[in-house]
């Protein structure tokens, strides 16, 4: 059973009952603004777990790809961590005839870029998502990076970014470097320790965070860790849907 709450307008709109790509497309939009949006979508259990076996499927659902799903689509440019490419093998993103008409009136490509953050350049540079991308794939590092990774990223297809000096990846400037490359519309997927410094660095507009009805307990992260901040920032709830037990939530910085 799907059950809708105050917080938002989103009704099924088909057979099924299910939502369908065009309504979730319109209940998430990025709003209307000039300067670059960094939206994070991230799923936990209700002990607090992101992963199971460091892995996110295990404690998400059909609806949640669904939803995971929509938001790519409607992003210019995915952020994802080194160590969340490895372990959820990333792969480039895809075209999807669902989302092309919508892409192509704001002005997209066929699909969004996938950056990848990694101040070490510790990646596979020969995998598909770097030699073989609908878009080219970025890399976010800092200048301080060996050089021969560089030079590997680079014959591998990827657009390397410096976004950062030694080898730290500055958030607040990894969002200006992308934004200036006319990626304005951001999600980040993680991992945690990823996310835990874009809201460090306060720069993370809204996040759209999955409740899981499960328990794990075991010592899985958090959706974000690393750097705390010093006054805890607040976010207000703007929407919210359920199925099964699963919510689906999004929340604004104030």
Request: with cysteine; hydrophobic share 45%.
């Amino acid at each position: 059973m799907r059950r809708l709450f105050p917080v938002t307008d989103l009704t099924p709109a088909d057979d099924e009952g299910e939502w369908s790509l065009d309504h979730l497309a319109d209940a998430y939009a990025y709003p209307e603004q000039d300067g670059p949006w960094l939206r994070a979508n991230m799923v936990s259990t209700l002990d607090g777990a992101a992963q199971h076996e460091g892995r996110s499927q295990p404690i998400s659902c059909e609806s949640d790809m669904r939803i995971f799903g929509t938001l790519r689509g409607l992003a210019d440019v995915v952020v994802a961590g080194a160590e969340t490419v490895r372990l959820e093998g990333y792969r480039p993103a895809r075209a999807r005839e669902a989302f092309a008409a919508r892409r192509a009136a704001a002005g997209q490509g066929p699909a969004p870029a996938i950056a990848v953050v990694s101040g070490s350049l510790d990646l596979d540079f020969s995998l598909p998502l770097f030699v073989s991308p609908l878009v080219p794939t970025l890399v976010l590092t800092g200048n301080g990076a060996p050089a021969d990774r560089i030079e590997a990223a680079r014959e591998a297809g990827a657009d390397v970014v410096i976004a950062g000096e030694g080898s730290r990846v500055d958030p607040a400037r990894a969002v200006r470097e992308l934004a200036d490359r006319g990626l304005k519309r951001l999600l980040t997927e993680g991992g945690p320790r990823m996310l835990g410094q874009f809201v460090a660095a306060g720069v993370l507009d809204e996040l759209c965070l999955t409740l899981s009805p499960m328990l794990t307990a075991g010592d899985a992260q958090r959706i974000a860790g690393g750097p705390s901040v010093a006054v805890p920032e607040r976010f207000a709830l703007t929407s919210m849907l359920e199925e099964a037990g699963f919510l689906f939530t999004r929340y604004r910085r104030i």
